[in-house]
């Protein structure tokens, strides 16, 4: 709701208007305007949560395929070295 406060003053013959208009309206469309300020910065901070977030997951998953490559790249080579181990024993029975 606007209201409209109109006051004349004289001076020198002259008239001058002054007019100020609500307060109301003014404060309610300046809350507005910081309630939407507001929601958009918290969205942004969301955003950058999200992505601060899929970005340790990224690195999650990588630090998990490098600890299985690494889990079976030790397998591979405990299983050659049994096999080394037993191809020595096959070498040294047949000896």
Same mark, same amino acid.
């Given at each position: ?28 469309? !300046? #809350? $507005? *305007?910081? %309630?939407?300020?507001?929601? +958009? /910065?918290? =969205? &942004?901070?969301?955003? @950058? ?19 299985? !490559? #690494? $889990? *079976?790249? %030790?397998?591979?080579?405990? +299983? /050659?070295? =049994? &096999?080394?181990?037993? @191809? ?8």
């Amino acid at each position: 709701m606007r209201i409209w406060v109109e006051s004349v003053r004289v001076r020198s013959g002259k008239k001058i208007l002054n007019e100020r208009h609500n307060t109301n309206e003014e404060e309610e469309e !300046e #809350e $507005e *305007e910081e %309630e939407e300020e507001e929601e +958009e /910065e918290e =969205e &942004e901070e969301e955003e @950058e949560e999200g992505e601060e977030e899929e970005e340790e997951e990224e690195e999650g998953e990588e630090e998990e395929e490098e600890e299985e !490559e #690494e $889990e *079976e790249g %030790e397998e591979e080579e405990e +299983e /050659e070295e =049994e &096999e080394e181990e037993e @191809e020595d024993e096959g070498e040294k029975r047949k000896i």
